[in-house]
């Protein structure tokens, strides 16, 4: 694969400990951080800059869904369900609003609309970079799990579909997109993704700082114009 010629023919160097102060730092910002969620993204994106930016965002990807994998699989279990993460939807749509999304209670403090929107901007922008420094499948996979909590939250979980959660969603099938567009033979999408793109509902998009909505998107559009192009 083409990612994997690249590693050979150039090491990248890195520097673990600037990586953990960088992730350091960045949790700084959060909930309670100074400014709005989408401010602090774009103050931490910034902070994740060069090889060892781009690495952190991988760790912060990682990190993340581990964290609400955990999170769903306790309460899969208090239901007497398991949690499958390759397919949160399938179960979500089973439990309905007795599960409640795990994308902000996850551990590490690390917030779904700052630092994990931070880390999708930064390897998606630098796609090219993102798959020599980071292995591209478990951040893929990581990436498609996020989307499937975010939009499988929305159908079947009553979570509110708010602005910063409709750009972390666009974020994610634009950042995934660039990805597999570097990767020479890239994996299938998973189940999840493909029953999203069979879709042609749209959801009405809230702005809460103004209580009323802006908008509307169409979440299988989207990705199947993405994805499948």
Known sequence: ??????????????????QREILREIRQFGPHGPGKLSDQAVRTAAMLDGIDGVAVAGVVMRDFADGAFANFARQSAALGMTADRRNYRELWESAGKRLKSPLFT???????????????????GQAATTVRVVDPLPLLSHMFEVLDLTLAGWEF?????DVDGATLAVNLITAATAIRGEMSDPPPLPMPARTQMRSNKSV???????????????????????LLA
């Open 1 to 18: 694969m083409r990612w994997l010629r690249g590693l050979g023919k150039r090491r990248i160097e890195q520097d673990p400990a600037r």
């Open 157 to 161: 979980g009553r979570v509110l579909v």
């Open 106 to 124: 996850t551990r590490g403090e690390l917030h779904p609309y700052v630092h994990v929107a931070a880390a999708v901007s930064v390897v998606g």
């Open 204 to 226: 009405n998009v809230l702005d809460p700082a103004v209580s009323r909505i802006v908008g509307q998107w169409n979440p299988g559009k989207q990705m199947r114009e993405c």
